[in-house]
């Protein structure tokens, strides 16, 4: 029924939606995606206007904050069409946060126009400040072009909050600068324990890092000051004493946040993830296409939440040596 809330079997009121609008990018993160990646073929994608149906179903029961995320969100045709299109229920206040996780690439295009639909604060995910390892990890972006974003964004007065993948040899080192240039810009950094999520080229083993030994580092050179802020995600955060900034810590790996968990993932051809680290999934584009009512696809959005499982079981080690979901986490978007 229109207007009930969503409360899964142990509880959890879910009331965060993210929303995977493509699975493509235009850039080919090594921990995210394999170097060949095949793509979902186009005529599978749910149109902008069935995107829009599903999330207002969705807002209709009772969510409340909404991320569009992918694969990159910029690199889908007319995104900003869904974007406008969503915004008329921050006007109506029945949403109460429209935001967007990117890589940052498309930023400087469309930071103004996002400000202007009604988007307060993004996430940039940026996991190095160094332009020729940036082109490594990414395989294909370019630093100044992200950077061009972030100064865009920053200009058209949206809030923006870093998000860097920890990886061992790879950005530990420098996360101290990394924070020190957040910060100093007013931007909150988050840092994220790598998943094991989707067949990749790369030894998950060796660049997992785990952020307690992360944190311990830190703390040689910053004093870390546990804070109760919550932005409604699973990170926790700390203040640092020196820079006045904060720091959030996603822990998947180390530290189980599920029991508190509030969010479902949808993705671009209308499936529905119910636990980011789970295959368990429900299809919501055949009752969304069955009729032009919504009374189906409420109904399956209320049984796929009725099997919300408990939490993840993600393992990172060398006899686990396979992923513990074969998706890739750009099909679901973090
Ligand atoms: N393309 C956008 C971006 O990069 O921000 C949105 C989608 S991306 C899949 C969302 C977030 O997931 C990014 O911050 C990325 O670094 C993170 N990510 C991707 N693969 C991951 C993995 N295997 N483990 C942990 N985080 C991952
Ligand atoms: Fe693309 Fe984001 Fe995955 Fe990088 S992390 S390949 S930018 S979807």
Redesign the pocket.
């Known amino acids: 029924m229109p207007g009930m809330d969503m409360i899964d079997p142990f509880g959890r009121t879910i009331s965060y939606l993210r929303v ?1 609008v493509t699975d493509r ?1 235009d ?1 080919r ?1 090594v ?2 995606m394999s170097e060949d990646m095949a793509f979902l073929p186009k005529k599978d994608l749910l149109s902008l206007e069935e995107l829009d149906r599903l999330c207002t179903v969705f807002i209709e029961k009772g969510v409340r904050k909404l991320r569009l ?5 910029l690199v889908r045709k007319n995104i900003m069409h869904l974007v406008r299109e969503l915004a008329r229920h921050l006007k109506s206040g029945a949403l109460e946060e429209l935001t967007l ?3 940052g690439s498309q930023l400087a295009r469309y930071a103004g126009e996002l400000a202007d639909a009604g988007v307060k604060r993004i ?3 940026l ?1 190095t400040l160094d332009a020729d390892k940036f082109h490594a990890i990414t395989r294909w972006g370019h630093l100044d072009k992200v950077m061009a974003g972030i100064d865009a964004a920053q200009a058209a007065g949206l809030k923006l909050k870093l ?1 860097a ?1 920890a990886l061992k040899g790879f950005n530990d080192a420098e996360l101290p600068e990394m924070l020190r240039w957040a910060h100093g810009r007013g931007m909150d950094l988050t840092v ?7 067949e990749i080229e790369a030894d998950r083993t060796d660049q997992y890092l785990p952020l307690s030994i992360l944190r311990a580092n830190l703390e040689k050179q910053f004093t870390l000051k546990d804070i109760p802020y919550k932005t409604g995600g699973p990170a926790r955060y700390v203040e640092v004493v020196e820079t006045g900034g904060r720091l959030g810590f996603i822990t998947p790996m180390t530290h189980n946040f599920c029991e508190s968990c509030n969010r479902v993932r949808l993705t671009c051809t209308g499936t529905l993830y119910m636990c980011l680290g789970q295959e368990d999934a429900a299809d919501l584009r055949a009752p969304l296409r069955a009729s032009e009512g919504n009374d189906l696809v409420a109904a399956a959005i209320d049984e796929a939440i009725g099997r919300k499982p408990k939490g993840h079981d993600f393992v990172i080690d060398r006899r686990t040596n396979r992923p513990s979901v074969s998706r ?3 099909v679901t ?2």
Request: hydrophobic share 20%.
């Open positions: 995977s990018c850039f993160c921990y995210c995320t992918g694969g990159e969100p996780t990117t890589n996430n940039v995910s996991d998000n993948v994220i324990e790598t998943m094991p999520m989707g890739h986490m750009s978007g973090g």
